[in-house]
């Protein structure tokens, strides 16, 4: 129903796909109301945007029920966290949003049993949200991109996107791995700490490496591959130990992957005639990545945009920012359908909220 008069959504988000558990409360303002058609602009607000990581020893991964008992045993003290930062309380919450997928079974279920649980202590509607949807809506309202492909990678997607009528069309994506996965893989090979992360340890290794190696390069259309890129540089390490340094390969792994996602977004780019590219996603924070792809949407008189680690890193702000827009179009989760799934594609969500 089309009404003028001044709404307010306040969205709690609840974010704990991986070894990221966020807490997140976003205000969402409509000084004219909301229309039932059109595409929604809110004002957007921040009001809280907290996060407590599980990580393992060096050279080791995570465990699904590690994880799950890391979230378990601190979301209560980070919601209350969020509630001090945003000074308000349960009864100022319009919804509760949580991530419904993708992402690993136990810690999504610890966390919607919290979402669930609160929802009906609190009385609150409840909004469950595709992760992927997320990166993009917070990728959108930070940096203001307009209708930009968007690269998303993370430890477990690789995805290029672009959207059309109220879908995020997935372009291109990875035949196996994510990119992620792979950077996580090689850096328990080389026993660098996972904190902060796996990835941006390789990342400063690779700003001292100058020396490239050749590796397999792997893009099918509009598709990428990476695992048989990770047993080839593994076999390096293990049978060459000495002949080229943790430097040069972290350098050679990053330019070499880097450059295949350049490669398939520009081509999405040229596709649909776009001059934004949206990067979102924890490995979107690679300063290198953004650079490559900066200079590709320069020479194509266009522009990248991309976010810092308070955004690009899982979160529960962006879980608060997709759920507060679907909510706006009267989008709720029954109790009984609140469930969560490790696979959830980008590409199921109608994305009311756009034109």
């Given at each position: 129903?089309?009404?003028k008069a001044?709404?307010?959504i306040?969205a709690?988000?609840l974010?704990?796909s991986?070894?990221?558990?966020?807490?997140?409360?976003?205000?969402?303002v409509?000084?004219?109301g909301?229309?039932s058609?059109?595409?929604?602009?809110?004002?957007y607000i921040?009001?809280?945007?907290?996060?407590?990581?599980?990580?393992?020893?060096?050279?080791e991964g995570?465990?699904?029920?590690?994880?799950?008992?890391?979230?378990?045993?601190?979301?209560i003290t980070?919601?209350r966290?969020?509630?001090?930062?945003?000074?308000?309380?349960?009864?100022?919450?319009?919804?509760?949003?949580?991530?419904?997928?993708?992402?690993?079974?136990?810690?999504?279920?610890?966390v919607?049993l919290?979402?669930?649980?609160?929802?009906?202590?609190?009385?609150?509607?409840?909004?469950?949200?595709?992760?992927c949807v997320?990166?993009?809506?917070?990728?959108?309202?930070?940096?203001?991109?307009?209708?930009?492909?968007?690269?998303?990678?993370?430890?477990?997607?690789?995805?290029?996107?672009?959207?059309?009528?109220?879908?995020?069309?997935i372009?291109?994506?990875?035949?196996?791995?994510a990119?992620?996965?792979?950077?996580d893989?090689?850096?328990?090979v080389?026993?660098l700490?996972?904190?902060?992360s796996?990835?941006?340890?390789?990342?400063?290794?690779a700003?001292r490496?100058s020396?490239?190696?050749?590796?397999?390069?792997?893009v099918?259309?509009?598709?990428?591959?990476?695992?048989?890129?990770l047993?080839?540089?593994?076999?390096?390490?293990k049978?060459?130990p000495?002949?080229?340094?943790?430097?040069d390969?972290?350098?050679?792994?990053?330019?070499?992957?880097?450059?295949?996602?350049?490669?398939i977004?520009?081509?999405?780019?040229?596709?649909?005639?776009?001059?934004?590219?949206l990067?979102?996603?924890g490995?979107?924070?690679?300063?290198?990545?953004?650079?490559?792809?900066?200079?590709?949407a320069q020479?194509?008189?266009?522009?990248?945009?991309?976010?810092?680690?308070?955004?690009?890193?899982?979160?529960?702000?962006?879980?608060?920012?997709?759920?507060?827009?679907a909510?706006?179009?009267?989008?709720?989760?029954?109790i009984e359908?609140s469930w969560?799934?490790?696979?959830?594609?980008?590409?199921q969500?109608?994305?009311?909220?756009?034109?």
């Amino acid at each position: 129903m089309d009404t003028k008069a001044p709404r307010t959504i306040i969205a709690m988000g609840l974010e704990g796909s991986a070894n990221k558990l966020g807490i997140g409360i976003v205000k969402h303002v409509y000084p004219g109301g909301i229309s039932s058609d059109g595409e929604l602009s809110p004002e957007y607000i921040e009001l809280a945007n907290v996060r407590d990581t599980y990580n393992p020893p060096a050279g080791e991964g995570f465990l699904p029920r590690d994880v799950a008992a890391h979230h378990r045993s601190t979301i209560i003290t980070l919601i209350r966290q969020a509630f001090e930062e945003a000074k308000i309380g349960p009864q100022d919450l319009d919804c509760i949003c949580y991530t419904k997928g993708p992402g690993m079974g136990a810690p999504l279920q610890s966390v919607a049993l919290v979402a669930r649980t609160l929802s009906q202590i609190w009385d609150v509607p409840l909004v469950g949200v595709n992760h992927c949807v997320g990166h993009i809506e917070m990728g959108r309202a930070i940096t203001g991109a307009q209708n930009p492909v968007v690269l998303y990678v993370s430890g477990g997607n690789t995805q290029v996107i672009a959207y059309s009528q109220q879908t995020y069309r997935i372009f291109g994506e990875t035949l196996d791995i994510a990119i992620g996965n792979c950077l996580d893989r090689f850096a328990r090979v080389l026993m660098l700490p996972n904190d902060p992360s796996p990835g941006y340890n390789i990342e400063q290794h690779a700003k001292r490496g100058s020396k490239f190696i050749e590796l397999p390069y792997t893009v099918k259309g509009m598709d990428v591959s990476f695992s048989g890129i990770l047993s080839f540089i593994e076999k390096l390490v293990k049978t060459e130990p000495d002949k080229y340094s943790p430097e040069d390969l972290c350098y050679s792994l990053q330019e070499n992957m880097f450059a295949m996602l350049v490669e398939i977004t520009e081509r999405a780019m040229a596709h649909i005639g776009a001059t934004e590219v949206l990067v979102v996603g924890g490995v979107g924070c690679n300063v290198r990545l953004q650079e490559m792809m900066g200079q590709m949407a320069q020479e194509r008189g266009g522009k990248v945009f991309a976010t810092d680690m308070r955004y690009c890193i899982d979160n529960g702000i962006m879980i608060a920012q997709a759920g507060a827009l679907a909510f706006a179009r009267d989008f709720t989760t029954s109790i009984e359908d609140s469930w969560i799934t490790q696979r959830f594609r980008t590409d199921q969500v109608h994305v009311e909220w756009r034109v």
